[in-house]
């Protein structure tokens, strides 16, 4: 079982960067695919990105292609979402997820453990 902690969201202006943290508790981090999803008001959740469990393959929604890069440090136990040319559009509560297994998938479904949420305001 693992606890799952995001930090870093806040009030920022469209263009602006943030980096979204997520802290994990527990045993065997490195076991698990990572992945960050958001859910804006009125919106079901959405899949943003995803990590293997060495952190050398990557996914990624088409709409954050090219602007969000998502990582991790086993050695921390710590997933990241570094978050360039934000919009408006990105505006969201943010969510890291965990799934026991090497299988990336997008689905919110296959993601077994989750953090409360992270708030990110973009504004013009």
């Known amino acids: 079982q693992v606890q799952l902690v995001e930090s870093g969201g806040g009030l920022v202006q469209a263009g602006d960067s943030l980096r979204l943290s997520c802290a994990a508790s527990?045993?065997?981090?490195?076991?698990?695919?990572m992945g960050w999803f958001r859910q804006a008001p009125g919106k079901e959740r959405e899949f943003v990105a995803n990590?293997?469990?060495?952190?050398?393959?990557?996914g990624y929604e088409d709409f954050v292609k090219g602007r969000f890069t998502i990582s991790r440090d086993n050695t921390k136990n710590a997933l990241y979402l570094q978050m360039n040319s934000l919009k408006l559009e990105d505006t969201a509560v943010y969510y890291c997820?965990?799934?026991?297994?090497?299988?990336?998938?997008?689905?919110?479904?296959?993601?077994?453990?989750w953090g409360q949420g992270t708030q990110v305001t973009v504004s013009s």
């Open positions: 527990g045993r065997f981090f490195s076991n698990y695919t």
């Open positions: 990590i293997n469990w060495i952190g050398d393959i990557t």
């Open positions: 997820a965990a799934r026991w297994g090497p299988v990336m998938y997008r689905g919110s479904n296959a993601y077994h453990y």
